[in-house]
């Protein structure tokens, strides 16, 4: 706990992240590049699965769980802020929204293109599963929009905490949907795989969440500068 509260300064945050940032960058970078070369070039084509189609699966499976996981830390991060006012948990929620609209979004697209010749069609209005993930979605572009359409910083953050909070509830709510998502489709052509699948799959997901933990860290520097900034204009302004 005592290393959590050292870390919540944001000038040791913002230290740590000067030369964790590049690091997470480029490891993130490199396996993002070597699971896409595995899943979508060299693990061999199962035509009972669908034949190439199956290789969508490699970045569907990792999007669907790091969406949920991105929400999840979104709501967690605005209760932070909500109750002790934390100003790094405010910056990393607002941070976290657009990465986890883009899993998001990468989700349902990968679902869509791997239904077509699966089900025969790109969508299902009826399914559970897709319905859960689209407002997941809709609450992450909510959140935005609400947040921009605040006159103020402090309306801004409590407006969106509130909203992050309670939208958290679908995350329970979605879970067993995400879990058929991420882990039915998965486990419906793993064992007809190499055995190497998994880590191919693991290695794409860890590279994304290395990235959206760079951009987090690029995000909170760019707002400490902008505030640092702020203070330098208020104080020009007092001595004149």
Request: glycine share 10%; proline share 4%; net charge positive.
């Amino acid at each position: 706990m005592g290393m959590l509260s050292s870390f919540a300064n944001p000038h040791r945050f913002l230290a740590l992240s000067n030369w964790l940032a590049p690091l997470f960058y480029a490891l993130g970078a490199a396996l993002i590049a070597w699971g896409l070369w595995q899943g979508l070039w060299m693990v061999p084509k199962d035509e009972y699965q669908g034949g190439d189609i199956m290789r969508v699966m490699f970045i569907h499976v990792p999007a669907a769980w790091l969406a949920m996981a991105s929400y999840s830390a979104m709501a967690v991060a605005s209760f932070i802020w909500f109750v002790w006012r934390h100003e790094l948990a405010d910056i990393a929620a607002k941070a976290i929204a657009p990465l986890g609209a883009t899993w998001t979004a990468l989700c349902l697209a990968t679902g869509s293109v791997w239904g077509k010749p699966t089900w025969g069609t790109w969508w299902q209005w009826d399914d559970a599963r897709m319905m859960s993930v689209l407002f997941l979605l809709f609450l992450f572009l909510g959140y935005m929009a609400l947040r921009a359409a605040m006159d103020s910083r402090q309306k801004a953050a409590r407006a969106g905490a509130i909203l992050a909070m309670v939208g958290g509830l679908n995350v329970p709510l979605g879970r067993a949907p995400a879990r058929q998502i991420a882990g039915g489709r998965l486990m419906d052509f793993l064992p007809d795989l190499d055995k190497n699948a998994v880590y191919i799959w693991a290695c794409y997901g860890l590279g994304l969440v290395l990235i959206g933990g760079a951009v987090i860290g690029v995000m909170l520097k760019a707002r400490a500068a902008k505030a640092a900034l702020e203070r330098m204009n208020a104080s020009d302004e007092d001595a004149s």
